[in-house]
């Protein structure tokens, strides 16, 4: 069984599409994703996302990381698939309705209203989702959204002098986030920009993650830090972040493709 895919990125933040609402795909198991993620011995990419049909919405989305999990969201997938469907799209993922719209500075995505409360992110145990009491080294009173999936994030002078390929893990799989957590670290630079490094749930360090500039700039917009529009700089690049008066996020950036091919099914593992 040969099945095609598209090698994209959002800023150096890259993935395998693969589409079935053009061809039928296998069960795609965590196995098989992780083996299609792998850089050395599959395709290569920080997630695997996989579309098909929807009921509710023009197309459905899922997203696995390169551990082969699934996540609920990823922003800059959203942004790749958005630049290759080519139109306005309501997108169906496991962590509601995304929709998508070509614009002068790339693909504009609303990613939807964040949640704040302690269970929705979810944490082990009920606490102050805002300002947190809890700390890892010198990383500390961090706070916390859910914007599909699951992030803490912390404010520090310098997010480039953290050793986050070592603090990352240790956080993510830290009691206290049940379903782990994407972990980042920001520096506020003015009241329109913050300087983001991410360390991602089942992906490790990536240039780029979506969903991590929307919950920094929702959470430095709710301690007053930042205006309700800013600009986020990533490694990969820069991605605009607006948190509109009806509560919804829009993440503004560019998308693109990079290849396509196609696989042997009978190559991967199932």
Do not use: Y
């Amino acid at each position: 069984m040969r099945i095609g895919f598209v090698k994209m990125h959002g800023l150096g933040n890259d993935f395998v599409v693969l589409d079935g609402r053009s061809e039928a795909l296998p069960e795609i198991t965590t196995t098989l994703a992780a083996a299609l993620a792998n850089r050395h011995t599959g395709i290569g990419c920080d997630q695997l996302v996989v579309l098909d049909g929807s009921d509710v919405a023009d197309f459905r989305m899922r997203f696995f990381n390169a551990d082969g999990s699934e996540s609920g969201a990823c922003g800059n997938a959203s942004r790749a698939v958005g630049l290759l469907h080519g139109r306005p799209a309501r997108i169906e993922t496991q962590g509601g309705i995304l929709t998508t719209e070509p614009s002068e500075a790339g693909i504009s995505v609303d990613m939807g209203v964040p949640r704040f409360d302690w269970d929705a992110i979810p944490l082990g145990f009920a606490m102050d989702t805002l300002t947190m009491p809890v700390g890892w080294e010198d990383l500390r009173d961090p706070t916390a959204v859910n914007v599909g999936n699951p992030h803490v994030i912390f404010f520090t002078p310098d997010t480039d002098a953290v050793d986050l390929a070592r603090i990352g893990p240790i956080i993510e799989h830290d009691p206290l986030f049940p379903e782990r957590v994407n972990v980042n670290v920001a520096t506020i630079a003015s009241r329109g920009a913050i300087r983001l490094r991410v360390w991602e749930r089942g992906s490790g360090i990536t240039l780029a993650c979506g969903t991590g500039a929307c919950a920094t700039a929702v959470g430095a917009m709710r301690r007053g830090l930042v205006d309700r529009r800013v600009e986020v700089t990533l490694p990969g690049g820069r991605l605009i972040i607006e948190w509109n008066a009806d509560g919804r996020i829009i993440m503004t950036g560019p998308a693109t493709e990079a290849f396509r091919g196609s696989f042997e099914l009978s190559d991967f593992p199932a």
